[in-house]
Antibody
Framework: QVQLVQSGAEGKKPGASVKISCKAS????????LHWLRQAPGQGLEWMGI????????SYTQKLQGRVTMTRDTSTSTVYLDLSGLRFEDTAVYYC???????????WGQGTMVTVSS | DIQMTQSPSSLSASVGDRVTITCRAS??????LIWYQQRPGKSPQLLIY???SLQSGVPSRFSGGGSGTDFTLTISSLQPEDFATYYC?????????FGQGTKVEIK
């Protein structure tokens, strides 16, 4: 079945970097754009950016420009989120999600908890 | 950025009740409006796209409406599994933005 499986929880110190993976299966990897979103504890959803798995092109929210990088490995159908210069406010559950139609997210990863603490 | 405002932030309702949640965009977004349901500790699930199109597999008691700046999500007869938080999202332009959520609780 179609699924996105993310890597496990991470604990990091302020200023460090984190890299999260999202492995796609059950569909043609290059056919759907993948997005990254996050959700701080008890808060709503925040969009981070989009990747075209076919071309590798990306677009990020201006809020995170300079700190976020999205990459992919087509040989393993995996996309990666790299977030640098971590701050306490980056503590959140990070999701990858597949986009269909007009950027509606029909398949989500299970989420990866990233905790930033000293 | 387009701001999305949901109301109410929370509501209490009983099984069988009709429930309506409102989402307002700060800028007209045609029908580029999506609704999700999120249960505690779970990933969001797509309910409605294009403001009123029901995602495959979603029960028909869910319906969406509206265009421009004002949108609604209606649950015609609330079921126990519907107690969750609901989010609207605009896909008119980037950055994609979400409402703050509406938590539907048991009365």
């Amino acid at each position: 079945q179609v699924q996105l499986v993310q890597s496990g929880a991470e604990g990091k110190k302020p200023g460090a970097s984190v890299k999260i993976s999202c492995k796609a299966s059950g569909y043609i990897f290059s056919s759907y754009y993948l997005h990254w979103l996050r959700q701080a504890p008890g808060q709503g959803l925040e969009w981070m950016g989009i990747m075209n798995p076919s071309s590798g092109s990306t677009s990020y929210t201006q809020k995170l420009q300079g700190r976020v990088t999205m990459t992919r490995d087509t040989s393993t159908s995996t996309v990666y989120l790299d977030l640098s210069g971590l701050r306490f406010e980056d503590t959140a559950v990070y999701y990858c999600a597949r986009a269909v139609g007009d950027d509606a997210f029909d398949v989500w990863g299970q989420g990866t908890m990233v905790t930033v603490s000293s | 950025d387009i701001q999305m405002t949901q109301s109410p932030s929370s509501l209490s309702a009983s099984v069988g009740d009709r429930v309506t949640i409102t989402c307002r965009a700060s800028h007209p977004i045609n029908t580029y409006l999506i609704w999700y349901q999120q249960r505690p500790g779970k990933s969001p699930q797509l309910l409605i796209y294009g403001a009123s199109s029901l995602q495959s597999g979603v029960p028909s008691r869910f319906s969406g409406g509206g265009s421009g700046t004002d949108f609604t999500l209606t649950i015609s007869s609330l079921q126990p599994e519907d107690f969750a938080t609901y989010y609207c999202q605009q896909s008119y332009n980037t950055p994609l933005t979400f409402g703050q959520g509406t938590k539907v609780e048991i009365k």
